[in-house]
T-cell receptor, first 113, second 111 residues
Framework: NAGVTQTPKFQVLKTGQSMTLQCAQD?????MYWYRQDPGMGLRLIYY???????DKGEVPNGYNVSRLNKREFSLRLESAAPSQTSVYFCASKATLSGNTIYFGEGSWLTVV | SQQGEEDPQALSIQEGENATMNCSYKTSINNLQWYRQNSGRGLVHLIL?????REKHSGRLRVTLDTSKKSSSLLITASRAADTASYFC???????????FGTGTRLKVLA
C-alpha cells in the first residue's frame, strides 16, 4: 500500500539551480496537489491538477511549474531555485471532485543555499 | 490569504482534559476537513463534515460546523499524550477543486 510517494526526501540546492520533485499515487485518484509548508506554518497550495491533463495555480505558484504526466504522476519543477523556496513540500491526491479524503505523501525537505 | 485560520495557535493541556480548537474560513464551501500532523510527517485525515451538516462524531472527536459564521470547531475528548500534534482544517471553496489549509493549532498533551 504505497499511497502517495514523493522523491527525493531530502535535497540541498544552490541558488539558481533547477530540480524536479516527483510524485506518484497508486490509488487511481483524479486530483493531485502540491503544497509547501514553512517552519511552524500551515500548508500553502502551490499548484493543483483536478484531473489528468489539467493544472491550475494555487496560492503561491510563482517560481514553480508543474506537469501532470499521466493520472498517476504529478511533478513540481523549480526552474531557478531561491532561498525563499527552502521549505517542506508535500504532494497529495484525492479521489473525486468533492467530499473525499486527501492523502498526503511524507514530504520532501528542500534547502536552497 | 489563506482560506482557513485556526485558533489558538498553540494549546497545552493535561492528559485527560478536553482540547478545543477553532477554524474560520472566508468563502462558501462544500465541506470542511480536519487533519493531524505529527512532527516531521505528512498530514493524516481525521474527519470530514459537509456544508449541510452541523455536527459529526468519530471516536473521541467531535466536529461542529456553523456556515453562517463560517467557522468550525474540533473537540478532542479525554486527551492522551499521543494526541500531541498539529491540527489543521482544510476547506474547498465551492465551485473549485482547491483545498486550502489553515495555519494550524499545535496541541501538546502533558502526561
Amino acid at each position: 500500500n504505497a499511497g502517495v510517494t514523493q522523491t527525493p526526501k531530502f535535497q540541498v540546492l544552490k541558488t539558481g539551480q533547477s530540480m524536479t520533485l516527483q510524485c506518484a499515487q497508486d490509488m487511481n485518484h483524479n486530483s493531485m496537489y502540491w503544497y509547501r509548508q514553512d517552519p511552524g506554518m500551515g500548508l500553502r497550495l502551490i499548484y493543483y491538477s483536478a484531473s489528468e491533463g489539467t493544472t491550475d495555480k494555487g496560492e503561491v505558484p510563482n517560481g514553480y511549474n508543474v506537469s501532470r504526466l499521466n493520472k498517476r504522476e504529478f511533478s513540481l519543477r523549480l526552474e531557478s531555485a531561491a532561498p525563499s523556496q527552502t521549505s517542506v513540500y508535500f504532494c497529495a491526491s484525492k479521489a473525486t471532485l468533492s467530499g473525499n479524503t486527501i492523502y498526503f505523501g511524507e514530504g520532501s525537505w528542500l534547502t536552497v543555499v | 490569504s489563506q482560506q482557513g485560520e485556526e485558533d489558538p495557535q498553540a494549546l497545552s493541556i493535561q492528559e485527560g482534559e478536553n482540547a478545543t480548537m477553532n477554524c474560520s474560513y472566508k468563502t462558501s464551501i462544500n465541506n470542511l476537513q480536519w487533519y493531524r500532523q505529527n512532527s516531521g510527517r505528512g498530514l493524516v485525515h481525521l474527519i470530514l463534515i459537509r456544508s449541510n451538516e452541523r455536527e459529526k462524531h468519530s471516536g473521541r472527536l467531535r466536529v461542529t460546523l456553523d456556515t453562517s459564521k463560517k467557522s468550525s470547531s474540533l473537540l478532542i475528548t479525554a486527551s492522551r499524550a499521543a494526541d500531541t500534534a498539529s491540527y489543521f482544517c482544510a476547506t474547498d471553496a465551492s465551485g473549485t477543486y482547491k483545498y486550502i489549509f489553515g495555519t494550524g493549532t499545535r496541541l501538546k498533551v502533558l502526561a
